[in-house]
């Protein structure tokens, strides 16, 4: 039976830190909904109203495109080993990018990567949890070295190309901002 919070309880703030993967949900007004995938050293808890994690490069940007027109976001947890649980973070969320005044402050709570593009703040509105009954049991066997290489193969200056050319537009034609004003 699901539980709902008003923000995260230690024993949520626990079962966290122990995941090695998240996943995080947005949608504009209009358009496709995103679903995505994270991992790597990525996430931070700032207290138990306020999370924020780093975005890294990748084929997309909608979360980006989707918050410039709708603030919702939801995370997820979904723990694959032993004790059965999904714990999801509702909230509103707000880009940091590294134009941004906030961004030094916040990129040094993470690993320096050659491809950190954006971090995501989110204001959480609910904690909820569930049971996770029908999740499949599964071991990580490690992290993936793929994109941290490919970025460091690329260097800055192919990271900042490959944003121009794959990550100024969502898949709907939505502009990101990554760069700011579109540079083309």
């Not at 997309?60 to 919702?72: I, K, M, V």
């Not at 995501?120 to 499949?136: D, K, R």
Request: overall charge negative; aromatic content about 10%; hydrophobic content about 40%.
């Amino acid at each position: 039976m699901a539980k709902q919070f008003e923000h995260l309880e230690p024993q949520h703030i626990a079962f966290i830190e122990k995941q090695s993967m998240y996943f995080v949900a947005t949608a504009a007004h209009d358009g496709m909904v995103n679903l995505s995938p994270k991992g790597l050293d990525s996430f931070r808890i700032i207290d138990e109203s306020k999370i924020i994690w780093l975005n890294l490069t990748g084929s997309g940007n909608e979360t980006a495109a989707h918050l410039l027109e709708n603030d919702r976001m939801t995370v997820m947890f979904c723990s694959f080993d032993q004790q059965p649980l999904i714990l999801r973070l509702y909230g509103q969320a707000v880009t940091v990018h590294p134009r941004d005044s906030q961004w030094k402050e916040l990129i040094e709570q993470f690993p320096e990567y050659i491809g950190a593009r954006q971090i995501f703040e989110l204001e959480i509105s609910m904690v909820q949890t569930s049971c996770g009954f029908g999740v499949p049991l599964y071991q990580l066997k490690g992290e993936r070295s793929t994109l941290i290489t490919s970025d460091e193969r690329r260097g800055k200056a192919g990271v900042e190309q490959y944003w121009i050319d794959k990550n100024i537009l969502s898949i709907d034609g939505k502009e990101t901002r990554i760069l700011g004003d579109n540079p083309n």
